[in-house]
Protein backbone atom coordinates (compact mmCIF):
# COMPACT_ATOMS: atom_id res chain seq x y z
CA UNK A 1 0.00 0.00 0.00
CA UNK A 2 1.30 3.51 -0.72
CA UNK A 3 1.99 5.65 2.39
CA UNK A 4 1.60 9.37 2.61
CA UNK A 5 3.50 11.35 0.13
CA UNK A 6 4.19 8.07 -1.72
CA UNK A 7 3.84 8.35 -5.62
CA UNK A 8 1.45 6.13 -7.48
CA UNK A 9 4.04 6.21 -9.93
CA UNK A 10 6.79 5.33 -8.13
CA UNK A 11 7.91 2.33 -9.93
CA UNK A 12 8.48 4.15 -13.21
CA UNK A 13 12.52 4.36 -14.34
CA UNK A 14 13.32 7.15 -16.20
CA UNK A 15 12.98 6.47 -20.16
CA UNK A 16 16.25 7.24 -22.30
CA UNK A 17 16.21 10.44 -24.53
CA UNK A 18 15.07 10.13 -27.84
CA UNK A 19 18.44 9.17 -29.78
CA UNK A 20 17.93 12.08 -32.06
CA UNK A 21 16.50 14.46 -29.71
CA UNK A 22 18.69 13.85 -26.91
CA UNK A 23 21.41 15.33 -29.29
CA UNK A 24 20.11 18.78 -29.11
CA UNK A 25 19.33 18.35 -25.00
CA UNK A 26 23.38 17.50 -24.44
CA UNK A 27 24.00 20.40 -26.83
CA UNK A 28 21.96 22.70 -25.18
CA UNK A 29 23.85 22.07 -21.83
CA UNK A 30 27.27 22.71 -23.78
CA UNK A 31 28.65 25.92 -22.68
CA UNK A 32 31.36 26.03 -25.13
CA UNK A 33 32.08 29.02 -27.55
CA UNK A 34 32.46 26.47 -30.56
CA UNK A 35 29.78 24.05 -30.26
CA UNK A 36 28.28 22.60 -33.36
CA UNK A 37 24.94 20.71 -33.71
CA UNK A 38 24.84 18.69 -36.68
CA UNK A 39 22.66 16.30 -34.91
CA UNK A 40 18.75 18.04 -35.68
CA UNK A 41 17.47 17.28 -38.78
CA UNK A 42 16.51 21.27 -39.33
CA UNK A 43 17.90 24.11 -41.81
CA UNK A 44 20.04 26.79 -40.72
CA UNK A 45 21.25 29.59 -42.53
CA UNK A 46 24.43 30.64 -43.34
CA UNK A 47 24.69 32.47 -39.62
CA UNK A 48 23.45 29.55 -38.22
CA UNK A 49 19.76 30.77 -37.66
CA UNK A 50 16.76 28.74 -38.13
CA UNK A 51 15.12 30.11 -41.36
CA UNK A 52 11.03 31.47 -42.01
CA UNK A 53 10.44 31.83 -46.04
CA UNK A 54 9.40 35.02 -47.07
CA UNK A 55 7.05 33.37 -48.73
CA UNK A 56 5.56 32.12 -45.45
CA UNK A 57 5.70 35.27 -43.87
CA UNK A 58 3.70 36.74 -46.73
CA UNK A 59 1.19 34.26 -46.20
CA UNK A 60 1.14 34.39 -42.85
CA UNK A 61 0.55 37.76 -43.67
CA UNK A 62 -2.75 37.50 -45.63
CA UNK A 63 -4.02 35.00 -43.46
CA UNK A 64 -3.69 37.87 -40.26
CA UNK A 65 -5.18 40.58 -42.34
CA UNK A 66 -8.27 38.44 -43.74
CA UNK A 67 -10.97 39.28 -40.94
CA UNK A 68 -13.50 37.07 -42.36
CA UNK A 69 -11.15 34.22 -41.02
CA UNK A 70 -12.73 32.24 -38.22
CA UNK A 71 -10.99 29.78 -35.88
CA UNK A 72 -13.52 27.04 -36.71
CA UNK A 73 -12.58 23.27 -36.35
CA UNK A 74 -11.87 21.82 -39.83
CA UNK A 75 -13.37 18.61 -41.02
CA UNK A 76 -11.66 14.92 -39.49
CA UNK A 77 -10.00 14.63 -43.01
CA UNK A 78 -8.66 18.63 -42.72
CA UNK A 79 -8.85 21.64 -45.08
CA UNK A 80 -10.23 20.69 -48.72
CA UNK A 81 -8.00 23.30 -50.72
CA UNK A 82 -4.75 21.71 -48.88
CA UNK A 83 -5.62 18.19 -49.73
CA UNK A 84 -6.59 18.72 -53.07
CA UNK A 85 -3.17 21.19 -53.45
CA UNK A 86 -0.43 18.64 -51.99
CA UNK A 87 -1.95 15.40 -54.08
CA UNK A 88 -1.41 17.74 -57.01
CA UNK A 89 2.20 18.32 -55.39
CA UNK A 90 3.42 14.95 -54.95
CA UNK A 91 1.72 13.53 -57.77
CA UNK A 92 2.12 15.81 -60.30
CA UNK A 93 -0.61 18.58 -62.11
CA UNK A 94 -1.99 16.43 -64.60
CA UNK A 95 -1.90 12.86 -62.46
CA UNK A 96 -4.45 10.30 -64.43
CA UNK A 97 -5.30 9.11 -61.01
CA UNK A 98 -6.40 12.26 -59.59
CA UNK A 99 -8.14 13.00 -62.58
CA UNK A 100 -9.74 9.59 -61.92
CA UNK A 101 -11.20 10.78 -58.80
CA UNK A 102 -8.67 7.65 -57.22
CA UNK A 103 -6.69 8.99 -54.75
CA UNK A 104 -7.73 10.35 -51.14
CA UNK A 105 -5.78 12.83 -49.30
CA UNK A 106 -6.36 13.44 -45.88
CA UNK A 107 -4.14 16.68 -43.82
CA UNK A 108 -2.35 14.98 -41.08
CA UNK A 109 0.78 16.04 -38.11
CA UNK A 110 3.14 16.90 -40.42
CA UNK A 111 5.26 13.42 -41.72
CA UNK A 112 4.78 11.57 -38.30
CA UNK A 113 1.41 11.87 -38.25
CA UNK A 114 0.67 10.92 -42.11
CA UNK A 115 2.52 7.92 -41.25
CA UNK A 116 1.16 6.55 -38.15
CA UNK A 117 -2.58 7.48 -39.40
CA UNK A 118 -1.39 5.20 -42.44
CA UNK A 119 0.22 2.56 -40.04
CA UNK A 120 -2.95 2.35 -37.94
CA UNK A 121 -5.46 2.60 -41.26
CA UNK A 122 -3.13 -0.58 -42.39
CA UNK A 123 -2.91 -2.40 -39.17
CA UNK A 124 -6.98 -2.74 -39.31
CA UNK A 125 -7.92 -2.98 -42.99
CA UNK A 126 -5.05 -4.69 -44.90
CA UNK A 127 -4.96 -8.27 -44.84
CA UNK A 128 -0.95 -8.69 -44.66
CA UNK A 129 0.50 -6.95 -41.26
CA UNK A 130 4.12 -7.02 -42.24
CA UNK A 131 5.66 -3.71 -43.07
CA UNK A 132 9.63 -3.88 -44.55
CA UNK A 133 11.47 -0.95 -43.31
CA UNK A 134 15.38 -0.41 -44.95
CA UNK A 135 17.81 -1.37 -42.86
CA UNK A 136 19.00 1.53 -41.55
CA UNK A 137 15.84 4.11 -41.59
CA UNK A 138 14.51 6.97 -39.21
CA UNK A 139 15.06 5.77 -35.80
CA UNK A 140 11.07 6.53 -35.41
CA UNK A 141 10.20 4.57 -38.42
CA UNK A 142 10.18 1.12 -36.69
CA UNK A 143 8.29 2.73 -33.46
CA UNK A 144 5.05 4.26 -35.73
CA UNK A 145 4.91 0.86 -37.21
CA UNK A 146 5.09 -0.93 -33.70
CA UNK A 147 2.58 0.51 -32.26
CA UNK A 148 0.50 1.25 -35.69
CA UNK A 149 0.11 -2.61 -35.08
CA UNK A 150 2.61 -3.97 -37.24
CA UNK A 151 5.03 -6.03 -37.28
CA UNK A 152 8.30 -4.81 -38.48
CA UNK A 153 11.20 -6.45 -41.06
CA UNK A 154 13.77 -4.95 -42.41
CA UNK A 155 15.56 -4.81 -45.92
CA UNK A 156 18.95 -4.33 -47.22
CA UNK A 157 19.69 -0.95 -48.04
CA UNK A 158 22.97 1.10 -47.08
CA UNK A 159 26.20 -1.14 -47.97
CA UNK A 160 29.11 0.42 -45.50
CA UNK A 161 31.90 -0.63 -47.56
CA UNK A 162 30.99 1.45 -50.58
CA UNK A 163 28.64 3.90 -48.33
CA UNK A 164 26.54 3.55 -51.56
CA UNK A 165 23.33 1.36 -52.21
CA UNK A 166 23.07 -2.38 -51.22
CA UNK A 167 20.87 -2.82 -54.50
CA UNK A 168 21.05 -6.84 -54.86
CA UNK A 169 20.77 -6.93 -51.14
CA UNK A 170 17.33 -4.61 -51.96
CA UNK A 171 15.94 -6.67 -54.58
CA UNK A 172 17.70 -10.29 -53.01
CA UNK A 173 14.96 -9.00 -49.28
CA UNK A 174 12.01 -7.76 -50.82
CA UNK A 175 12.17 -10.61 -53.60
CA UNK A 176 11.66 -13.23 -50.45
CA UNK A 177 9.21 -10.88 -48.54
CA UNK A 178 6.00 -12.37 -48.48
CA UNK A 179 3.69 -11.20 -51.42
CA UNK A 180 1.50 -8.56 -50.37
CA UNK A 181 3.56 -7.44 -47.24
CA UNK A 182 4.13 -3.61 -47.02
CA UNK A 183 7.30 -1.66 -48.20
CA UNK A 184 8.53 1.49 -46.63
CA UNK A 185 10.20 3.62 -49.19
CA UNK A 186 12.16 6.98 -48.96
CA UNK A 187 10.64 8.80 -51.48
CA UNK A 188 13.65 11.19 -52.06
CA UNK A 189 17.01 12.02 -49.58
CA UNK A 190 17.05 8.24 -47.65
CA UNK A 191 17.42 9.57 -43.84
CA UNK A 192 19.95 8.50 -42.49
CA UNK A 193 22.06 7.73 -45.25
CA UNK A 194 21.76 10.52 -48.30
CA UNK A 195 21.92 7.50 -50.41
CA UNK A 196 18.68 7.03 -52.97
CA UNK A 197 17.98 4.84 -56.21
CA UNK A 198 18.78 6.04 -59.79
CA UNK A 199 15.68 5.91 -61.80
CA UNK A 200 16.97 3.04 -63.63
CA UNK A 201 17.29 1.55 -59.96
CA UNK A 202 13.71 2.55 -59.15
CA UNK A 203 12.28 1.06 -62.48
CA UNK A 204 13.50 -2.42 -61.42
CA UNK A 205 12.42 -2.03 -58.08
CA UNK A 206 8.76 -0.84 -58.98
CA UNK A 207 8.92 -4.32 -61.19
CA UNK A 208 9.90 -6.65 -59.13
CA UNK A 209 7.13 -4.86 -56.05
CA UNK A 210 4.11 -4.91 -58.33
CA UNK A 211 5.17 -8.65 -59.76
CA UNK A 212 5.09 -9.87 -55.89
CA UNK A 213 1.99 -7.75 -55.18
CA UNK A 214 4.18 -5.40 -52.45
CA UNK A 215 2.01 -2.43 -51.37
CA UNK A 216 4.44 0.57 -51.64
CA UNK A 217 4.21 3.34 -48.52
CA UNK A 218 6.48 6.21 -49.31
CA UNK A 219 7.60 8.53 -46.63
CA UNK A 220 8.17 12.16 -48.55
CA UNK A 221 9.64 13.93 -46.06
CA UNK A 222 11.88 15.78 -48.31
CA UNK A 223 10.61 17.00 -51.70
CA UNK A 224 12.42 19.59 -53.35
CA UNK A 225 14.93 19.78 -50.59
CA UNK A 226 17.14 16.71 -52.14
CA UNK A 227 17.85 17.86 -56.05
CA UNK A 228 16.28 21.38 -55.16
CA UNK A 229 13.61 20.62 -57.50
CA UNK A 230 9.94 19.08 -56.32
CA UNK A 231 9.36 17.20 -59.54
CA UNK A 232 12.55 15.51 -59.60
CA UNK A 233 12.13 14.51 -56.42
CA UNK A 234 8.67 13.03 -56.50
CA UNK A 235 9.66 11.16 -59.80
CA UNK A 236 9.95 7.39 -58.05
CA UNK A 237 6.23 7.84 -56.38
CA UNK A 238 5.24 9.41 -59.94
CA UNK A 239 6.54 6.39 -61.43
CA UNK A 240 4.66 4.02 -59.08
CA UNK A 241 1.36 5.91 -59.59
CA UNK A 242 1.51 5.93 -63.99
CA UNK A 243 1.76 1.62 -63.48
CA UNK A 244 -2.23 2.33 -62.51
CA UNK A 245 -1.05 0.06 -58.84
CA UNK A 246 -1.94 1.13 -55.22
CA UNK A 247 0.05 2.73 -52.80
CA UNK A 248 0.45 5.64 -49.86
CA UNK A 249 2.17 8.18 -49.39
CA UNK A 250 3.20 10.53 -46.48
CA UNK A 251 4.26 14.19 -47.43
CA UNK A 252 5.58 16.72 -44.56
CA UNK A 253 6.11 20.28 -45.49
CA UNK A 254 8.88 20.47 -42.12
CA UNK A 255 11.64 20.74 -44.63
CA UNK A 256 10.70 22.11 -47.39
CA UNK A 257 8.52 24.79 -46.49
CA UNK A 258 9.74 25.43 -42.77
CA UNK A 259 7.06 24.90 -40.69
CA UNK A 260 8.98 21.82 -38.50
CA UNK A 261 6.87 23.22 -35.46
CA UNK A 262 3.51 23.78 -37.07
CA UNK A 263 3.11 20.11 -37.82
CA UNK A 264 1.50 20.50 -41.66
CA UNK A 265 1.45 17.10 -44.12
CA UNK A 266 -0.83 14.85 -45.42
CA UNK A 267 -1.37 11.38 -46.17
CA UNK A 268 -2.42 9.75 -49.64
CA UNK A 269 -3.65 6.52 -50.76
CA UNK A 270 -3.82 5.92 -54.40
CA UNK A 271 -6.46 3.19 -55.04
CA UNK A 272 -7.95 1.47 -58.05
CA UNK A 273 -10.87 3.01 -58.36
CA UNK A 274 -13.37 5.77 -57.17
CA UNK A 275 -15.26 4.10 -55.74
CA UNK A 276 -12.75 2.18 -53.21
CA UNK A 277 -11.12 5.69 -52.59
CA UNK A 278 -14.25 7.29 -51.21
CA UNK A 279 -14.93 3.81 -49.01
CA UNK A 280 -11.11 4.16 -47.47
CA UNK A 281 -11.34 7.66 -46.84
CA UNK A 282 -14.42 7.16 -44.74
CA UNK A 283 -12.16 4.61 -42.74
CA UNK A 284 -9.32 7.00 -42.41
CA UNK A 285 -12.05 8.75 -40.83
CA UNK A 286 -12.54 6.59 -38.33
CA UNK A 287 -8.86 6.44 -37.66
CA UNK A 288 -8.69 10.21 -37.18
CA UNK A 289 -11.63 10.96 -35.17
CA UNK A 290 -10.35 9.19 -31.76
CA UNK A 291 -6.97 9.85 -32.47
CA UNK A 292 -6.89 13.41 -31.96
CA UNK A 293 -10.63 14.51 -33.97
CA UNK A 294 -9.35 17.07 -36.49
CA UNK A 295 -5.94 18.41 -37.77
CA UNK A 296 -4.93 22.25 -36.59
CA UNK A 297 -5.84 25.12 -38.67
CA UNK A 298 -2.93 27.30 -39.00
CA UNK A 299 0.10 25.47 -40.71
CA UNK A 300 -2.45 23.83 -43.57
CA UNK A 301 -3.81 27.53 -44.61
CA UNK A 302 -0.07 28.77 -44.74
CA UNK A 303 0.72 26.05 -47.16
CA UNK A 304 -2.62 26.39 -49.04
CA UNK A 305 -2.48 29.95 -49.62
CA UNK A 306 1.00 29.61 -51.13
CA UNK A 307 0.06 26.67 -53.43
CA UNK A 308 -2.73 28.23 -54.91
CA UNK A 309 -1.00 31.27 -55.87
CA UNK A 310 0.99 31.42 -59.00
CA UNK A 311 3.40 33.98 -57.49
CA UNK A 312 4.07 32.55 -53.87
CA UNK A 313 4.80 29.06 -55.17
CA UNK A 314 6.91 30.56 -57.69
CA UNK A 315 8.73 32.29 -54.71
CA UNK A 316 8.83 29.50 -52.89
CA UNK A 317 10.45 27.60 -55.42
CA UNK A 318 13.47 30.40 -55.35
CA UNK A 319 13.74 29.86 -51.97
CA UNK A 320 13.54 26.21 -51.83
CA UNK A 321 16.29 25.78 -54.23
CA UNK A 322 18.26 28.26 -52.72
CA UNK A 323 18.16 26.13 -49.54
CA UNK A 324 18.72 22.78 -51.33
CA UNK A 325 21.97 24.48 -53.01
CA UNK A 326 23.49 25.90 -49.77
CA UNK A 327 23.37 22.20 -48.57
CA UNK A 328 25.40 21.28 -51.57
CA UNK A 329 28.00 23.69 -51.32
CA UNK A 330 28.65 22.69 -48.10
CA UNK A 331 29.03 19.44 -49.39
CA UNK A 332 32.04 20.43 -51.89
CA UNK A 333 33.43 22.50 -49.38
CA UNK A 334 33.16 19.93 -46.08
CA UNK A 335 35.03 17.92 -49.19
CA UNK A 336 37.33 20.13 -49.91
CA UNK A 337 38.50 20.64 -46.29
CA UNK A 338 38.84 16.81 -45.52
CA UNK A 339 40.99 16.67 -49.23
CA UNK A 340 43.27 19.63 -47.56
CA UNK A 341 43.91 18.29 -44.48
CA UNK A 342 45.36 14.77 -46.28
CA UNK A 343 42.70 13.09 -44.18
CA UNK A 344 43.10 8.84 -44.88
CA UNK A 345 40.23 7.76 -46.71
CA UNK A 346 37.74 7.76 -49.74
CA UNK A 347 35.70 11.07 -48.60
CA UNK A 348 33.52 11.31 -51.91
CA UNK A 349 30.79 10.16 -50.78
CA UNK A 350 29.92 13.42 -49.06
CA UNK A 351 29.55 14.76 -52.75
CA UNK A 352 27.95 11.91 -53.98
CA UNK A 353 25.26 11.63 -51.21
CA UNK A 354 21.88 13.71 -51.31
CA UNK A 355 19.30 15.68 -49.11
CA UNK A 356 20.13 16.96 -45.54
CA UNK A 357 22.13 14.57 -44.58
CA UNK A 358 26.04 12.97 -44.55
CA UNK A 359 26.14 9.86 -43.37
CA UNK A 360 29.89 9.95 -42.57
CA UNK A 361 31.14 6.73 -41.73
CA UNK A 362 32.04 7.68 -38.65
CA UNK A 363 31.87 5.01 -35.88
CA UNK A 364 30.50 5.36 -32.20
CA UNK A 365 33.52 5.74 -30.90
CA UNK A 366 34.76 8.89 -33.19
CA UNK A 367 31.64 10.21 -32.80
CA UNK A 368 31.54 10.27 -28.68
CA UNK A 369 35.33 11.97 -29.29
CA UNK A 370 34.17 14.57 -31.62
CA UNK A 371 31.59 15.61 -28.97
CA UNK A 372 34.20 15.59 -25.89
CA UNK A 373 37.34 17.16 -27.42
CA UNK A 374 35.79 19.37 -30.14
CA UNK A 375 32.32 20.05 -28.69
CA UNK A 376 30.24 18.61 -32.05
CA UNK A 377 26.76 17.05 -31.67
CA UNK A 378 26.17 14.38 -34.23
CA UNK A 379 24.08 10.94 -33.89
CA UNK A 380 26.61 7.94 -32.86
CA UNK A 381 25.60 6.39 -36.57
CA UNK A 382 28.00 8.99 -37.51
CA UNK A 383 25.52 10.66 -39.31
CA UNK A 384 25.74 14.37 -39.58
CA UNK A 385 23.07 17.44 -40.80
CA UNK A 386 24.78 19.29 -43.54
CA UNK A 387 22.15 22.02 -43.26
CA UNK A 388 23.85 22.76 -39.88
CA UNK A 389 27.00 23.62 -41.37
CA UNK A 390 27.73 26.68 -42.70
CA UNK A 391 31.11 27.96 -44.26
CA UNK A 392 33.07 29.37 -41.16
CA UNK A 393 32.07 25.88 -39.07
CA UNK A 394 33.42 23.98 -41.94
CA UNK A 395 36.98 24.08 -40.90
CA UNK A 396 36.34 23.55 -37.29
CA UNK A 397 34.29 20.04 -38.24
CA UNK A 398 37.20 19.05 -40.70
CA UNK A 399 39.96 19.55 -38.09
CA UNK A 400 37.87 17.31 -35.48
CA UNK A 401 37.11 14.53 -38.12
CA UNK A 402 40.77 14.71 -38.53
CA UNK A 403 42.03 14.50 -35.27
CA UNK A 404 39.28 11.42 -34.72
CA UNK A 405 39.97 9.42 -37.86
CA UNK A 406 44.23 9.79 -37.37
CA UNK A 407 43.75 9.03 -33.51
CA UNK A 408 40.83 6.15 -33.56
CA UNK A 409 40.90 4.06 -36.66
C1 LIG B 1 12.57 10.08 -43.20
C2 LIG B 1 11.69 10.96 -42.39
N1 LIG B 1 10.38 10.73 -42.36
C3 LIG B 1 9.55 11.50 -41.66
C4 LIG B 1 10.01 12.56 -40.93
C5 LIG B 1 8.95 13.32 -40.21
O1 LIG B 1 9.14 14.58 -39.87
P1 LIG B 1 7.94 15.51 -39.41
O2 LIG B 1 7.01 14.69 -38.58
O3 LIG B 1 8.60 16.58 -38.66
O4 LIG B 1 7.29 15.97 -40.68
C6 LIG B 1 11.38 12.85 -40.90
C7 LIG B 1 11.94 13.93 -40.09
O5 LIG B 1 13.07 14.04 -39.78
C8 LIG B 1 12.24 12.03 -41.67
O6 LIG B 1 13.55 12.25 -41.72
Same mark, same amino acid.
Given at each position: ?7 ? &? ?9 ? !? ?60 ? &? ?83 ? &? ?56 ? @? ?42 ? =? ?31 ? =? ?23 ? !? !? ?5 ? &? ?20 ? @? ?52
Amino acid at each position: MAGSGDSV &FAHIVLAPEDP !ILGVTVAYNKDQSPVKLNLGVGAYRTEEGKPLVLNVVRKAEQLLVNDQSRVKEYLPITGLAD &FNKLSAKLIFGDDSPAIQENRVTTVQSLSGTGSLRVGGEFLGKHYHERTIYIPQPTWGNHPKIFTLAGLSVKSYRYYNPQTKGLD &FEGMLEDLGAAPSGAIVLIHACAHNPTGVDPTVEQWEQIRTLMRSKGLLPFFDSAYQG @FASGNLDSDAQPIRMFVADGGELLAAQSYAKNMGLYGERVGALS =IVCRNADVASKVESQLKLVIRPMYSSPPLHGAS =IVATILKDRNMYDEWKVELKSMADR !I !ISMRHQL &FDALNSRGIPGDWSHIIKQIGM @FTFTGLNPEQVAFMTKEFHIYMTSDGRISMAGLSSSTVPHLADAIHAAVTRLS
